[in-house]
């Protein structure tokens, strides 16, 4: 990526807490790692389509929607597969946003940059259970203790709109910096884990839904509050990719340590 950030759109980070940049991704980037998403879901659902003729806009949306509602443990499967597989990092290093980030951060040695859950979404129609509501990053990823040294990279692979659900931000909210939040546990299966903020921390302040094409990205300041929205359509998925960036150099990184876990998935194709 050939984009510098000029001193004005870092002055808009620093103050706001996140900063949208228009057009800066190769969208050639994007449309290989959605053939690869189209690619896992095809997998699971292959015995369901055999006798349909799905083109890849209806498996990113149709089939994926109808896999979600006959059997939610292989939605799972499918969002498991993509996040630990060899094209959605390649996507990561392909897109070239450590420049922009070192920018942000005033890391000026990149062997300092440091990265912690390359992720990826997919939000269906209806579904509340997975969404992450009002909350601050640095809640989740405890690598650096200030949001200063640390960011989120948000990536839309389809066009975001408020009506499917695309995030919501609470500009300059970060500057309370890191607040308490409320633990919430998975009570339920295929329910997303939440650290989520209450509703005094982030009621004051304006809330700006994020509306992006395909070559947009936002970076996330991770103290501050957002949310993502609920999918209101009734046959579009949102496809969302994120990861996150720190400075290894702080005196008081904390590296995380994953434990494998390999949970039995029932698979649709059976």
């Not at 009002?134 to 040294?149: A, I, P, R, T, V």
């Not at 500009?171 to 997303?192: M, Q, T, V, Y």
Request: charged fraction near 25%; hydrophobic fraction near 35%.
């Amino acid at each position: 990526m050939k984009y510098k950030l000029s001193q004005e759109e870092k002055k808009k980070y620093y103050d706001e807490g996140y900063l949208l940049l228009r057009n800066v991704i190769n969208p050639q980037h994007i449309n290989e790692l959605m053939e690869f998403v189209a690619h896992v879901i095809e997998l699971e659902g292959r015995n369901y389509i055999k006798d349909n003729h799905y083109d890849q806009h209806e498996i990113l949306n149709k089939l994926l929607i109808e896999i979600k509602r006959l059997n939610p443990s292989s939605s799972s499967w499918i969002y498991q597969t993509i996040l630990s597989s060899y094209k959605l990092k390649k996507f990561f290093i392909d897109i070239d946003i450590v420049p922009l980030v070192c920018d942000l951060l005033n890391i000026k040695n990149i062997n300092n940059v440091g990265v912690v859950s390359p992720a990826f979404r997919f939000d269906i129609p209806g579904d509340s259970k997975n969404i992450r509501t009002w909350h601050q990053d640095g809640n989740y990823f405890l690598e650096n203790k200030k949001g200063d040294s640390h960011l989120v990279v948000w990536i839309p692979t389809n066009k975001a709109t408020k009506e499917n659900g695309s995030v919501i931000m609470a500009p300059k909210s970060h500057r309370n910096g890191k607040l308490e939040s409320i633990h919430e546990k998975s009570s339920e299966e295929f329910k997303s884990e939440q650290y989520t903020a209450p509703k005094s921390q982030y009621d004051n302040y304006d809330q700006v839904y994020v509306e992006a094409e395909v070559g947009d990205l936002a970076f996330i300041h991770m103290d501050l509050l957002h949310s993502s929205g609920i999918n209101k359509t009734e046959d579009e998925v949102r496809y969302t990719a994120q990861i996150r960036m720190n400075t290894i150099n702080d005196d008081e990184y904390r590296p995380v340590m994953l434990t494998p876990h390999y949970p039995e998935y029932k698979r649709f194709l059976k």
